[in-house]
Structure formats: C-alpha cells, structure tokens
C-alpha cells in the first residue's frame, strides 16, 4: 500500500538546523511532484517548499527562502527538506505530499523551535 513516512523531526534551538525525510513506498515515486506543508496550532497547513518531478524545479515559501532547501533522492525513493537558521515560527507539524494523478500525505513530523 501506498506510504509516505516522514521522520527527523526534534526539538532545536533558535538557529539550529534540522533535516526531515519522508521515505515513500507503494506508487512511482520518481513520477510525482514532492512538497512539504506544516501546520502550526490553530493556523492552516501551508506550502513550505515544492520540487516537480520532470525538471527538479523548486518552490518555496517567502518565509523559508535562503533557509530551507528541498531535495529527492529518486534511487531511495525519498525526499529531504533542510532547515537551516531555524526560527520560533517554524515550529509546527510537517507533511509531505506526493502528487501526480493522485494525491498523498503522510503522517507528519513535529519540529519545535524553542531555547
């Protein structure tokens, strides 16, 4: 069955970095455009950062540019999200989605920035 697995989510102080991965099993990976959303309590799931499957272009949100950098690994099925110089308002619960004629998310992983 289909499967999107994130992980490497933590706790980290202000400026600390963090690399999630969500690991996908079931459908062709390399076929799908992959993103990562996260939703901090009480506000909406929001779009950090996208990645297309034809040309590896990339989207991210204006909060994130210069900070985090999305990446796939197609031989392990797995994309990657790097966070750098992390800030208090990025904590929240991170998803990846996997599009193409359909649509996947995974479970979410917690990130909490705080000292």
């Known amino acids: 069955q289909v499967q999107l697995v994130e992980s490497g989510g933590g706790l980290v102080q202000p400026g600390g970095s963090l690399r999630l991965s969500c690991a996908a099993s079931?459908?062709?990976?390399?076929?799908?455009?992959m993103s990562w959303y996260r939703q901090a309590p009480g506000k909406e799931r929001e779009l950090v950062a996208s990645?297309?499957?034809?040309?590896?272009?990339?989207n991210y949100a204006d909060s994130v540019k210069g900070r985090f950098t999305i990446s796939r690994d197609n031989a392990k099925n797995t994309v990657y999200l790097q966070m750098n110089s992390l800030k208090p308002e990025d904590t929240a619960v991170y998803y990846c989605?996997?599009?193409?004629?359909?649509?996947?998310w995974g479970q979410g992983t917690q990130v909490t920035v705080s000292s």
């Open positions: 079931g459908f062709t990976f390399s076929r799908y455009a």
């Open positions: 990645l297309t499957n034809i040309d590896d272009r990339t």
């Open positions: 989605k996997a599009t193409f004629l359909l649509t996947y």
